[in-house]
């Protein structure tokens, strides 16, 4: 359980303990408003235990954003306004039980439609930082080898070679579009053959490999930048 977790749960309890302590201690006619006060309370502890263990299932949603606020400060902020109100709905005389539970659904609706929303939102950006975190790994993956394969060799053309090669990577976009993923697996897969050719000292076809590797990362370049120029 996260430490965030934790945290919302003791507010819960502690809020309910005293609100029931409110409740019952206070000396009110419980009539038919205290019910409708007290039962929404309730409702509104049990919707944030249901969104903590059931909606928000790991720790980041806790803090997606939405209008520039996280999960947990929409969260505390509809349980401050809904004991707040129902209090209000308890303590105040001959309140009406249509205008109360109007108000409660009215605010949980709202409430509801911003923490989902907020959900979708920080998903859809967990989701895209995942995709550049893929692609930029590709570039870190792909410039690594090169450079182990040029402490391999003591051929100097195909150390050359292999430089200029380490030189286009590195300067190469990280984001590419999905769309060329076919193609940086074929340079993955000649990549792995160039290190099996320089390790069997098979330096004339590992010369023609490096120039293929580096012809497909110019057209990966090309094809990313007209991409991105179309998008």
């Not at 502690?14 to 006060?37: K, L, M």
């Not at 109100?85 to 001959?94: G, Q």
């Not at 995942?130 to 040029?150: P, S």
């Not at 030189?167 to 076919?182: A, Q």
Request: aromatic share 10%; hydrophobic share 50%; charged share 20%.
């Amino acid at each position: 359980m996260s430490f965030n977790r934790k945290i919302f749960y003791a507010i819960s309890v502690i809020t309910f303990i005293v609100f029931n302590v409110i409740a019952f201690i206070v000396p009110i006619n419980r009539n038919a408003d205290f019910w409708v006060g007290y039962t929404f309370v309730c409702l509104t502890i049990l919707w944030i235990v249901i969104a903590l263990n059931v909606i928000i299932k790991d720790t980041d949603s806790l803090n997606d954003i939405f209008f520039k606020l996280p999960v947990t400060y929409h969260l505390i902020a509809y349980l401050a306004i809904s004991v707040v109100l129902n209090l209000i709905i308890i303590f105040l005389p001959d309140f009406s039980i249509r205008v109360a539970v109007l108000f409660n659904v009215v605010i949980l609706g709202i409430h509801m439609v911003l923490v989902l929303t907020a959900m979708f939102v920080g998903n859809t950006v967990s989701n895209s930082e995942k995709k550049v975190e893929q692609k930029i790994h590709f570039i870190q993956q792909v410039l690594v080898d090169v450079q182990i394969y040029e402490s391999r060799t003591l051929n100097p053309l195909l150390q050359k070679l292999l430089k200029e090669l380490e030189e286009t990577i590195r300067y190469s976009d990280p984001i590419s579009n999905d769309s060329l993923i076919p193609l940086e697996q074929n340079i993955l897969y000649q990549l792995a053959t160039l290190g099996e050719l320089i390790d069997n000292g098979n330096d004339d076809k590992a010369i023609m490999c490096v120039n293929q590797v580096k012809a497909m990362f110019e057209q990966r370049n090309k094809k990313c930048k007209i991409l991105k120029q179309r998008g």
